[in-house]
Protein backbone atom coordinates (compact mmCIF):
# COMPACT_ATOMS: atom_id res chain seq x y z
CA UNK A 1 0.00 0.00 0.00
CA UNK A 2 1.29 3.87 -1.13
CA UNK A 3 0.24 6.81 0.67
CA UNK A 4 1.29 10.41 0.18
CA UNK A 5 1.83 12.54 3.04
CA UNK A 6 3.64 15.10 4.39
CA UNK A 7 7.49 15.06 4.93
CA UNK A 8 8.90 14.43 8.09
CA UNK A 9 12.88 14.23 9.74
CA UNK A 10 13.09 11.07 9.93
CA UNK A 11 12.96 11.30 6.16
CA UNK A 12 15.70 12.87 5.79
CA UNK A 13 18.44 10.04 4.16
CA UNK A 14 15.53 9.00 1.94
CA UNK A 15 15.24 12.47 1.34
CA UNK A 16 19.05 12.12 0.54
CA UNK A 17 18.79 9.23 -1.78
CA UNK A 18 16.15 10.94 -4.03
CA UNK A 19 17.65 13.71 -4.97
CA UNK A 20 20.93 11.67 -5.68
CA UNK A 21 18.51 9.45 -7.85
CA UNK A 22 16.80 12.28 -9.71
CA UNK A 23 17.39 12.08 -13.84
CA UNK A 24 18.71 14.32 -14.29
CA UNK A 25 19.48 16.42 -11.58
CA UNK A 26 17.15 18.80 -9.67
CA UNK A 27 18.25 22.45 -9.09
CA UNK A 28 14.96 22.54 -6.49
CA UNK A 29 15.97 18.80 -4.80
CA UNK A 30 20.33 19.52 -4.37
CA UNK A 31 22.02 16.61 -3.17
CA UNK A 32 23.30 18.84 -0.02
CA UNK A 33 22.25 17.91 3.48
CA UNK A 34 22.03 21.33 5.12
CA UNK A 35 19.84 22.33 1.94
CA UNK A 36 17.44 19.34 2.21
CA UNK A 37 17.04 19.58 6.20
CA UNK A 38 16.31 22.79 5.76
CA UNK A 39 13.70 22.13 3.09
CA UNK A 40 12.27 19.39 5.74
CA UNK A 41 12.26 22.21 8.51
CA UNK A 42 10.69 24.66 6.42
CA UNK A 43 7.66 22.06 4.73
CA UNK A 44 6.42 20.81 8.66
CA UNK A 45 6.13 24.92 9.02
CA UNK A 46 3.68 25.82 6.51
CA UNK A 47 1.96 22.48 7.48
CA UNK A 48 1.47 23.57 10.47
CA UNK A 49 1.47 27.73 10.25
CA UNK A 50 -1.97 29.91 9.74
CA UNK A 51 -2.27 30.96 6.31
CA UNK A 52 -4.41 33.02 4.70
CA UNK A 53 -2.67 33.81 1.52
CA UNK A 54 -0.27 32.20 -0.66
CA UNK A 55 3.24 33.49 0.66
CA UNK A 56 7.21 31.71 0.89
CA UNK A 57 5.44 28.69 1.86
CA UNK A 58 7.24 25.45 0.61
CA UNK A 59 4.61 22.08 1.03
CA UNK A 60 6.82 19.00 0.27
CA UNK A 61 5.34 15.78 0.67
CA UNK A 62 6.88 11.87 0.75
CA UNK A 63 5.48 8.76 -1.16
CA UNK A 64 5.42 5.92 1.46
CA UNK A 65 5.54 2.40 0.54
CA UNK A 66 3.66 0.94 3.94
CA UNK A 67 3.96 -2.45 2.82
CA UNK A 68 8.55 -1.63 2.72
CA UNK A 69 8.13 0.55 5.34
CA UNK A 70 9.95 2.45 2.74
CA UNK A 71 9.92 6.29 1.36
CA UNK A 72 10.45 6.10 -2.53
CA UNK A 73 9.19 9.52 -3.53
CA UNK A 74 8.75 13.42 -2.93
CA UNK A 75 7.36 16.37 -4.70
CA UNK A 76 6.83 19.92 -3.65
CA UNK A 77 4.54 22.62 -3.73
CA UNK A 78 5.98 26.21 -3.68
CA UNK A 79 2.85 28.63 -2.85
CA UNK A 80 4.80 31.28 -4.22
CA UNK A 81 7.28 30.68 -6.71
CA UNK A 82 9.14 34.17 -6.32
CA UNK A 83 7.93 35.01 -2.59
CA UNK A 84 11.60 35.13 -1.42
CA UNK A 85 13.60 35.94 -4.84
CA UNK A 86 12.12 36.58 -8.51
CA UNK A 87 11.33 33.50 -10.17
CA UNK A 88 13.18 33.64 -13.37
CA UNK A 89 12.54 32.59 -16.84
CA UNK A 90 12.80 32.99 -20.48
CA UNK A 91 9.78 33.92 -22.24
CA UNK A 92 9.17 33.58 -26.00
CA UNK A 93 8.73 36.64 -27.66
CA UNK A 94 8.19 37.94 -31.65
CA UNK A 95 9.89 41.05 -32.75
CA UNK A 96 8.81 42.34 -36.19
CA UNK A 97 11.50 44.55 -37.93
CA UNK A 98 10.56 46.23 -40.98
CA UNK A 99 11.30 48.99 -43.12
CA UNK A 100 9.20 50.69 -45.83
CA UNK A 101 12.15 52.23 -47.66
CA UNK A 102 13.48 48.85 -48.25
CA UNK A 103 10.16 47.03 -48.78
CA UNK A 104 11.09 44.31 -45.98
CA UNK A 105 9.33 43.11 -42.97
CA UNK A 106 11.10 39.99 -40.90
CA UNK A 107 9.23 38.40 -37.85
CA UNK A 108 12.40 37.33 -35.54
CA UNK A 109 11.75 34.76 -32.57
CA UNK A 110 13.37 36.60 -29.55
CA UNK A 111 13.82 35.23 -25.82
CA UNK A 112 13.33 37.71 -23.44
CA UNK A 113 14.11 37.83 -19.19
CA UNK A 114 11.27 37.64 -17.27
CA UNK A 115 9.86 37.39 -13.69
CA UNK A 116 6.26 36.43 -14.48
CA UNK A 117 5.88 33.10 -13.12
CA UNK A 118 7.16 34.03 -9.75
CA UNK A 119 3.22 34.69 -8.50
CA UNK A 120 1.98 31.06 -9.74
CA UNK A 121 2.30 28.03 -6.88
CA UNK A 122 5.18 26.10 -8.64
CA UNK A 123 4.53 22.11 -8.86
CA UNK A 124 8.64 21.21 -8.42
CA UNK A 125 11.26 18.82 -7.03
CA UNK A 126 9.85 15.50 -8.26
CA UNK A 127 11.57 12.39 -7.65
CA UNK A 128 10.40 8.90 -7.55
CA UNK A 129 12.39 5.69 -7.45
CA UNK A 130 13.35 3.67 -10.62
CA UNK A 131 11.16 0.64 -9.30
CA UNK A 132 7.88 2.40 -8.84
CA UNK A 133 8.37 4.25 -12.37
CA UNK A 134 5.76 3.30 -15.04
CA UNK A 135 3.17 2.30 -12.13
CA UNK A 136 0.21 4.10 -10.48
CA UNK A 137 3.08 5.33 -8.08
CA UNK A 138 3.58 8.13 -10.26
CA UNK A 139 0.53 9.91 -11.00
CA UNK A 140 -0.74 9.03 -7.00
CA UNK A 141 2.74 11.27 -6.27
CA UNK A 142 2.50 13.98 -9.15
CA UNK A 143 -0.92 14.91 -8.33
CA UNK A 144 -1.82 14.02 -4.35
CA UNK A 145 -0.41 18.00 -4.78
CA UNK A 146 -3.35 18.60 -6.54
CA UNK A 147 -6.15 16.92 -4.16
CA UNK A 148 -4.01 19.55 -1.28
CA UNK A 149 -4.35 22.18 -3.49
CA UNK A 150 -7.91 22.01 -4.02
CA UNK A 151 -8.55 21.52 -0.41
CA UNK A 152 -6.98 24.64 1.14
CA UNK A 153 -7.25 27.38 -1.96
CA UNK A 154 -6.30 29.77 0.19
CA UNK A 155 -2.57 28.95 0.52
CA UNK A 156 -1.72 28.59 -3.02
CA UNK A 157 -2.15 31.40 -6.13
CA UNK A 158 -5.31 30.43 -8.74
CA UNK A 159 -2.51 30.12 -11.27
CA UNK A 160 -0.10 27.15 -11.17
CA UNK A 161 3.04 26.23 -12.88
CA UNK A 162 5.76 23.43 -13.81
CA UNK A 163 8.87 23.67 -15.11
CA UNK A 164 9.95 20.28 -16.28
CA UNK A 165 14.12 19.43 -17.26
CA UNK A 166 15.38 20.16 -20.77
CA UNK A 167 17.07 18.45 -23.06
CA UNK A 168 20.32 17.04 -22.76
CA UNK A 169 22.39 15.39 -25.54
CA UNK A 170 24.19 12.08 -25.01
CA UNK A 171 26.98 13.79 -23.02
CA UNK A 172 24.68 14.78 -20.48
CA UNK A 173 25.24 18.68 -21.95
CA UNK A 174 22.66 21.00 -22.45
CA UNK A 175 22.63 22.78 -25.99
CA UNK A 176 20.82 25.88 -24.61
CA UNK A 177 23.51 26.19 -21.92
CA UNK A 178 26.36 26.11 -24.23
CA UNK A 179 25.33 28.45 -26.50
CA UNK A 180 24.06 30.88 -23.93
CA UNK A 181 24.46 30.71 -20.37
CA UNK A 182 28.55 29.31 -20.70
CA UNK A 183 29.51 32.45 -22.61
CA UNK A 184 28.72 34.47 -19.39
CA UNK A 185 29.72 32.10 -16.28
CA UNK A 186 32.46 29.98 -18.53
CA UNK A 187 31.09 27.06 -16.51
CA UNK A 188 29.72 23.67 -17.41
CA UNK A 189 25.68 22.99 -16.54
CA UNK A 190 26.05 20.00 -14.61
CA UNK A 191 28.43 22.62 -12.03
CA UNK A 192 26.21 26.01 -12.61
CA UNK A 193 22.80 23.71 -12.07
CA UNK A 194 24.76 22.17 -8.76
CA UNK A 195 25.45 25.63 -8.14
CA UNK A 196 22.04 27.07 -8.60
CA UNK A 197 20.84 24.07 -6.28
CA UNK A 198 22.91 25.08 -3.62
CA UNK A 199 21.75 28.68 -3.92
CA UNK A 200 19.36 30.61 -5.45
CA UNK A 201 18.39 30.91 -9.53
CA UNK A 202 18.28 34.67 -9.18
CA UNK A 203 21.91 34.71 -9.25
CA UNK A 204 21.58 33.42 -13.06
CA UNK A 205 19.33 36.78 -14.12
CA UNK A 206 22.41 39.07 -12.06
CA UNK A 207 24.95 38.08 -15.21
CA UNK A 208 22.28 36.65 -17.72
CA UNK A 209 22.39 39.61 -20.50
CA UNK A 210 18.93 41.61 -19.99
CA UNK A 211 18.14 42.10 -23.70
CA UNK A 212 16.34 39.87 -25.99
CA UNK A 213 18.16 36.95 -26.64
CA UNK A 214 17.47 36.58 -30.95
CA UNK A 215 17.15 33.18 -31.57
CA UNK A 216 18.71 33.52 -34.95
CA UNK A 217 21.68 34.05 -33.43
CA UNK A 218 22.01 30.88 -31.29
CA UNK A 219 23.39 27.06 -32.70
CA UNK A 220 20.82 24.86 -34.33
CA UNK A 221 20.89 22.62 -31.82
CA UNK A 222 20.27 25.31 -28.69
CA UNK A 223 17.65 26.63 -30.71
CA UNK A 224 15.95 22.91 -31.47
CA UNK A 225 16.18 22.49 -27.69
CA UNK A 226 13.74 25.71 -26.51
CA UNK A 227 10.50 23.95 -24.96
CA UNK A 228 11.66 20.88 -25.42
CA UNK A 229 11.05 18.21 -22.50
CA UNK A 230 14.07 15.70 -21.13
CA UNK A 231 13.24 12.26 -22.31
CA UNK A 232 12.80 11.12 -19.01
CA UNK A 233 10.03 13.39 -18.44
CA UNK A 234 7.78 12.95 -21.68
CA UNK A 235 5.42 10.53 -19.73
CA UNK A 236 5.07 13.25 -16.74
CA UNK A 237 4.66 15.88 -19.53
CA UNK A 238 1.94 14.47 -21.29
CA UNK A 239 -0.44 13.71 -17.88
CA UNK A 240 -0.19 16.98 -16.98
CA UNK A 241 -0.71 18.52 -20.21
CA UNK A 242 -4.26 15.60 -20.00
CA UNK A 243 -5.25 17.07 -16.36
CA UNK A 244 -5.65 20.44 -18.18
CA UNK A 245 -1.98 22.53 -17.59
CA UNK A 246 -0.98 23.98 -20.93
CA UNK A 247 2.69 24.98 -22.53
CA UNK A 248 3.16 28.69 -21.49
CA UNK A 249 5.71 30.92 -23.70
CA UNK A 250 8.33 30.58 -20.52
CA UNK A 251 11.14 28.08 -20.67
CA UNK A 252 13.65 27.39 -18.43
CA UNK A 253 16.55 29.67 -17.80
CA UNK A 254 19.13 26.82 -17.85
CA UNK A 255 17.93 24.29 -20.31
CA UNK A 256 15.12 25.96 -21.80
CA UNK A 257 13.18 23.21 -20.65
CA UNK A 258 9.04 24.01 -20.55
CA UNK A 259 7.70 25.47 -18.27
CA UNK A 260 3.48 24.17 -18.37
CA UNK A 261 0.38 26.53 -16.06
CA UNK A 262 -2.64 26.30 -15.50
CA UNK A 263 -5.88 27.96 -13.76
CA UNK A 264 -6.70 25.33 -10.77
CA UNK A 265 -10.26 25.47 -11.44
CA UNK A 266 -9.63 24.29 -15.18
CA UNK A 267 -7.50 20.96 -14.08
CA UNK A 268 -9.45 17.58 -14.65
CA UNK A 269 -8.35 16.91 -10.63
CA UNK A 270 -10.40 19.77 -9.44
CA UNK A 271 -13.67 19.69 -11.71
CA UNK A 272 -13.82 15.79 -10.79
CA UNK A 273 -13.38 16.09 -7.25
CA UNK A 274 -16.06 15.22 -4.98
CA UNK A 275 -16.60 15.01 -1.11
CA UNK A 276 -17.99 11.45 0.11
CA UNK A 277 -18.89 10.40 3.86
CA UNK A 278 -16.89 6.92 4.15
CA UNK A 279 -18.84 3.99 5.08
CA UNK A 280 -16.08 0.81 6.15
CA UNK A 281 -16.74 -2.21 4.47
CA UNK A 282 -14.36 -5.45 4.61
CA UNK A 283 -12.24 -5.52 1.33
CA UNK A 284 -13.59 -8.70 0.06
CA UNK A 285 -16.72 -7.37 0.13
CA UNK A 286 -16.12 -4.07 -2.12
CA UNK A 287 -17.44 -4.09 -5.35
CA UNK A 288 -15.03 -3.46 -8.67
CA UNK A 289 -14.49 0.09 -9.64
CA UNK A 290 -11.85 2.53 -11.34
CA UNK A 291 -9.13 3.57 -8.99
CA UNK A 292 -9.51 7.30 -7.46
CA UNK A 293 -7.10 9.00 -5.33
CA UNK A 294 -8.83 9.39 -1.98
CA UNK A 295 -7.42 12.16 0.47
CA UNK A 296 -8.54 13.25 4.10
CA UNK A 297 -9.36 16.55 5.11
CA UNK A 298 -6.25 17.04 8.19
CA UNK A 299 -3.42 19.62 6.87
CA UNK A 300 -0.32 18.31 9.19
CA UNK A 301 -1.97 14.72 8.69
CA UNK A 302 -2.08 14.75 5.01
CA UNK A 303 -2.90 11.73 3.55
CA UNK A 304 -3.43 10.65 0.25
CA UNK A 305 -3.95 7.12 -1.72
CA UNK A 306 -4.84 4.66 -4.16
CA UNK A 307 -8.25 3.19 -3.76
CA UNK A 308 -11.63 1.66 -5.20
CA UNK A 309 -13.82 4.65 -5.94
CA UNK A 310 -16.69 2.45 -4.80
CA UNK A 311 -19.79 4.40 -3.77
CA UNK A 312 -22.63 3.43 -1.73
CA UNK A 313 -26.60 3.63 -3.09
CA UNK A 314 -26.57 6.87 -0.94
CA UNK A 315 -23.18 8.22 -2.46
CA UNK A 316 -20.98 7.23 0.38
CA UNK A 317 -17.51 5.89 -0.20
CA UNK A 318 -16.71 1.86 0.89
CA UNK A 319 -13.16 2.07 2.19
CA UNK A 320 -11.43 -0.91 3.42
CA UNK A 321 -10.72 -1.18 7.39
CA UNK A 322 -7.22 -0.37 6.30
CA UNK A 323 -7.28 2.15 4.25
CA UNK A 324 -9.27 3.93 6.61
CA UNK A 325 -6.93 3.43 8.80
CA UNK A 326 -4.09 4.71 7.09
CA UNK A 327 -6.38 7.90 5.64
CA UNK A 328 -6.95 8.39 10.12
CA UNK A 329 -11.26 8.46 9.18
CA UNK A 330 -14.06 6.98 11.16
CA UNK A 331 -17.45 5.86 9.15
CA UNK A 332 -19.49 8.81 8.12
CA UNK A 333 -16.53 10.98 8.24
CA UNK A 334 -15.99 12.89 4.91
CA UNK A 335 -12.88 12.57 2.19
CA UNK A 336 -12.31 13.76 -1.14
CA UNK A 337 -12.08 11.86 -3.91
CA UNK A 338 -10.67 12.24 -7.65
CA UNK A 339 -10.32 9.55 -10.60
CA UNK A 340 -6.68 8.27 -10.83
CA UNK A 341 -7.42 8.63 -14.88
CA UNK A 342 -7.51 11.20 -16.82
CA UNK A 343 -9.98 11.73 -19.68
CA UNK A 344 -7.59 11.62 -23.13
CA UNK A 345 -7.50 14.69 -24.88
CA UNK A 346 -11.02 16.22 -23.92
CA UNK A 347 -12.01 17.84 -20.78
CA UNK A 348 -15.93 17.31 -19.29
CA UNK A 349 -17.00 20.03 -20.83
CA UNK A 350 -16.42 18.83 -23.85
CA UNK A 351 -13.69 21.12 -24.84
CA UNK A 352 -10.85 19.34 -26.82
CA UNK A 353 -7.50 20.10 -25.41
CA UNK A 354 -5.32 22.63 -27.11
CA UNK A 355 -1.87 21.36 -26.69
CA UNK A 356 -0.24 24.44 -28.50
CA UNK A 357 0.64 28.10 -26.41
CA UNK A 358 -1.78 29.45 -24.04
CA UNK A 359 -3.02 33.25 -25.12
CA UNK A 360 -2.69 34.49 -21.59
CA UNK A 361 0.07 36.63 -20.28
CA UNK A 362 2.17 33.30 -19.86
Known sequence: MLVVRPI?????????????????RLTNLPVHRDRLEERIARSRQAFTKSVECPGDEHYTFVLEDLVLGE??????????????????TYRQ???????????????????????????????CAYSLAPRYRGTSAESLLR????????????????????????????????PFWNSVGRHFFVRDYEEINTLAGVRSKSFIAEVMPQFPLYLSLLTPQARAAIGREHPDHEVALAEMLGEGFQRSRHVDIFDAGP????????????????????????????PDAEPAMIANQR????????????????????????????????????????????????????????PGYDEGEL
Open 71 to 88: VVGTATVRAQAGAQDAYY
Open 143 to 174: RARLMLIAQYPERFAKLLAMAFPGYLDVDGES
Open 93 to 123: ETLIHASQQLNVRREVQTLALSHEVSEASLL
Open 299 to 354: LADYRCLVARYALSPTGQLMLSPEHAEVLGVEEGRAVLAAPLSLPGGEDPSGEVHD
Open 259 to 286: VIKAERERLHSFRRAAWHPVRIRPAHTL
Open 8 to 24: AAADLPALERLAGGAVP
